[in-house]
């Protein structure tokens, strides 16, 4: 259970879809769409749009909550088809969420969460080759993962003090308060 939710994490950070429907079927999930949306609050278009820009915009916002409102049957069903494991995974991750977003604490759980897993899935694959080559591909992809999530860290970083410099000015546009304050969580 963990390597595939490693997988789903890891498919999310390469949008590789093929892996990601091989990720998720391996959770007994199908619908892998919408599980990716249930693991990190963003819609496919949005991550892989995510290491091109920073912020999420008001329509990714409503888009999100549009699926799981108009699909909340479908969340359910794969909350009951999830390993009992999983549901204590996602009830974590809720509560981190929560507590961050209180506190007002300026964590990038989604970076956090991707290397851990990048990691998770290469020391716990038994799949993978333990020679010397399979051990250096590992590091590199590592490597690699961690410097795109790096990169979308900085981004992040870089479009949140341009929102404090135009919300100090007073030049922010319209409606995007609650943008702000979802861009720290």
Known sequence: VRIAFCGVWKSIIKHDIPELKESCLQLGVEDYELFAIMVTGRTLQTHRKMFFSAALTRQDVLAVKDTFFSRMDD??????????????????????????????????????????????????????PRTLRGRMSAWVEIKSYGFLIWWWSVKLWYASKVLQVLFYFGKA???IENLATLART
Not at 82 to 89: E, G
Not at 91 to 108: A, C, D, F, K, S
Not at 121 to 128: A, E, L, M
């Open 75 to 128: 969340v359910i069903n794969i909350l009951h088809i999830l390993p009992s494991s999983m549901i204590l995974v996602f009830r974590n991750m809720n509560l981190l969420r929560y507590i961050n977003r209180e506190l007002g604490t300026p964590v990038n759980r989604f970076s956090i969460m991707a290397k851990t897993a990048i990691q998770g899935y290469h020391h716990g694959n038994i799949n993978q």
């Open 173 to 175: 546009p319209e409606g």
